[in-house]
């Protein structure tokens, strides 16, 4: 490779890098250009998968601030970099490696940190974010539509009260017989009213 060749890979290998939310790499010897382009299908639009020369992957890793054990650079080597979600490019290649057992994962970088196989197939097991914000969003909805049944339970309970009738007036004290004078009616209240005084 001509050396302005080498310093464009390096370059872009090195932005890779740098933009990737993780990294894995892999040997692929023995897979078939069909079984690699099955293999980027798999993967998805946020995954970008080259197979990388390890020298300029070292010198790439380097300028890019990542720490990658040499271990993991020996051999043909080919990078996942993951632009999306970490967990669904791990169970696209845990999944792929088991149909193609010339998939080897050897190890990668996720949130800065070296990672295992071990770990990488972990990160497999777990729940992508699309499933758990699905899970969340449920969740949520129940919670939201209980909170509406409250607030409207609540409500026709503050417009029943309102609408209720208002408390009547008491009622008054009734009237004296019409067919007896005043005075006579006022005559005999005063008169019951007064004991009987005897001599």
Avoid: C, H, Q, W
């Avoid at 996942?80 to 190890?107: C, H, R, T």
């Amino acid at each position: 490779m001509a050396r302005p060749d080498k310093a464009a890979a390096v370059a872009e290998l090195t932005e890779d890098f740098r933009t990737a939310n993780a990294t894995v790499l892999t040997e692929y010897r023995g897979l078939s250009v069909t079984s690699m382009k099955e293999l980027r299908r798999a993967l998805g639009s946020n995954t970008k998968y080259s197979v990388v020369k390890n020298t300029l992957t070292k010198i790439a890793a380097k300028d890019a601030g990542v720490d990658i054990d040499p271990a993991l650079l020996a051999g043909p080597s080919a990078v996942a970099f993951i632009k999306g979600d970490p967990i669904d490019a791990a169970k696209s290649l845990k999944n792929f490696s088991k149909e193609n057992p010339f998939l080897v994962i050897k190890g990668g970088i996720f949130e800065g940190k070296s990672v295992t196989v071990a770990e990488i197939m972990k990160l497999a097991d777990l729940e992508s974010r699309e499933v758990l914000l699905s899970k969340l969003a449920g969740a949520m909805k129940g919670s939201l539509a209980k909170a509406i049944r409250t607030i409207d339970a609540l409500r026709l309970k503050r417009e029943a009260v309102s609408e209720a009738p208002t408390v009547s007036e008491a009622p008054t004290v009734s009237e004296a017989p019409t067919d007896a004078p005043v005075a006579e009616v006022v005559e005999d209240a005063a008169t019951e009213a007064t004991p009987e005084v005897t001599e």
